[in-house]
């Protein structure tokens, strides 16, 4: 299965209308067009934005709550899986990979899981702060070492990047080390 990526144009105002009235039936008047304003004919604003007074106003800060009900081990997968910015299998992301799975956070391809928004992934790196650079540190060994000496030139650490790009070139084939 190969991860694809759909633009889909804006519901008009019917449509997003009859959208809203099927997933969440019975709302109020007032929360339903509180998120027909704020779903702006987005199909998938209009399936996860959360319903009620308090109500986080996007879709980020609704994925991101979904983030604080996980496990340590699930947490830890879904910031390695921001951090790589790619597919990734299990031997990389640890045992949390169903947990983000079956959280809606990640979505399986060939490759393992893919985070299931772009922009899910950028939230949560910018949610790391500097720990985000402990975590390209762990994930550098479980790498291909090419790979692995970008995250850790990402993490300011540059003489061990130097040397495992190096140590990589070293020992690949020729092309590669020229």
Not at 51 to 64: E, M
Not at 140 to 149: F, H, I, R, T, Y
């Amino acid at each position: 299965m190969r991860h694809a990526r759909f633009d889909v144009a804006p519901l008009g105002p019917e449509a997003s209308a009859t959208l809203a009235d099927q997933l969440h039936p019975g709302l109020a008047p007032s929360a339903r067009d509180g998120l027909l304003a704020a779903a702006a004919g987005n199909p998938l604003l209009l399936t996860e934005l959360p319903l009620g007074a308090d109500a986080a106003p996007s879709l980020v800060s609704a994925l991101v709550a979904r983030i604080g009900g996980l496990s340590p081990s699930a947490r830890s997968a879904v910031e390695r899986l921001a951090v790589l910015g790619r597919p990734a299998s299990a031997s990389v992301l640890g045992p949390g990979i169903e947990g983000i799975v079956a959280a809606g956070l990640a979505e399986p391809v060939e490759e393992g899981v893919a985070i299931s928004h772009s922009l899910l992934a950028e939230v949560i790196v910018d949610g790391l702060g500097a720990r985000s650079d402990d975590v390209r540190r762990q994930v550098a060994s479980l790498v291909d070492p090419d790979e692995g000496a970008h995250l850790l030139a990402a993490a300011g650490d540059r003489a061990a990047a130097r040397a495992l790009a190096l140590r990589a070139a070293s020992t690949g084939p020729r092309r590669r080390q020229a």
